[in-house]
T-cell receptor, first 114, second 112 residues
Framework: DARVTQTPRHKVTEMGQEVTMRCQPI?????VFWYRQTMMQGLELLAY????????DSGMPKDRFSAEMPDATLATLKIQPSEPRDSAVYFC????????????FGPGTRLTVL | KNEVEQSPQNLTAQEGEFITINCSYS?????LHWLQQHPGGGIVSLFM???GKKKHGRLIATINIQEKHSSLHITASHPRDSAVYIC??????????????FGKGTHLIIQP
């Protein structure tokens, strides 16, 4: 059955290192979202794409975060350089606009920056 | 920005009890989602509502657009319903699958 996949599932890195998280949306879905979850802030929207075009990345710290969709089967979220405050679970979700906004979440990437 | 408030933050109940979780928001929306997050961390979309009521098994979700309020009900609650329930809304910016604004979640524990 169709699922959103994310890699890696866990990542531990040192402050200053580059981190790349990957997401494979469900085939046929034209909208991809990146969310971040922390204990303090809960779930927050970082960025989203429709038909591979970035529509909103206002939730993302621009100086260190970047999100791209090189093709319809891959979305990436990069942090460079990483900081301890970036430690969180990063979720990718995908959806089809003609389904009225229902979103399907991936399992998340748990990032720890030491 | 839409402010999404959920209540209660924490709820412990006995198996079989009727559960109600509430969500209110500050700005008009195009749709509201109820999500379930299990202790393992996975997030599942339970309902998407823009009006009225939806039912799936023992779960019922209602929304009152005029009052900017939604409720999630669980009938005949079971320990496997223990999870965090999250309310999320999206506004009118282009409609369809746009980014969500989330409540802080309600941590539900159902004791046997």
């Amino acid at each position: 059955d169709a699922r959103v996949t994310q890699t890696p599932r866990h990542k531990v890195t040192e402050m200053g290192q580059e981190v790349t998280m990957r997401c494979q949306p469900i085939l046929g879905h034209n909208t991809v979202f990146w969310y971040r979850q922390t204990m303090m802030q809960g779930l927050e929207l970082l960025a989203y794409f429709r038909n591979r075009a970035p529509l909103d990345d206002s939730g993302m710290p621009k100086d260190r975060f970047s999100a791209e969709m090189p093709d319809a089967t891959l979305a990436t979220l990069k942090i460079q350089p990483s900081e301890p405050r970036d430690s969180a679970v990063y979720f990718c979700a995908s959806g089809k606009r003609d389904r009225g906004g229902l979103q399907f979440f991936g399992p998340g990437t748990r990032l720890t920056v030491l | 920005k839409n402010e999404v408030e959920q209540s209660p933050q924490n709820l412990t109940a006995q198996e079989g009890e009727f559960i109600t979780i509430n969500c209110s928001y500050s700005v008009g929306i195009s749709a509201l989602h109820w999500l379930q997050q299990h202790p393992g961390g996975g997030i599942v979309s339970l309902f998407m509502l823009s009006s009225g009521k939806k039912k799936h098994g023992r779960l019922i979700a209602t929304i009152n657009i005029q009052e900017k309020h939604s409720s999630l009900h669980i009938t005949a609650s079971h320990p496997r319903d223990s999870a965090v329930y999250i309310c999320a809304v999206h506004g009118y910016s282009g409609g369809g699958a746009d980014g969500l604004t989330f409540g802080k979640g309600t941590h539900l524990i159902i004791q046997p």
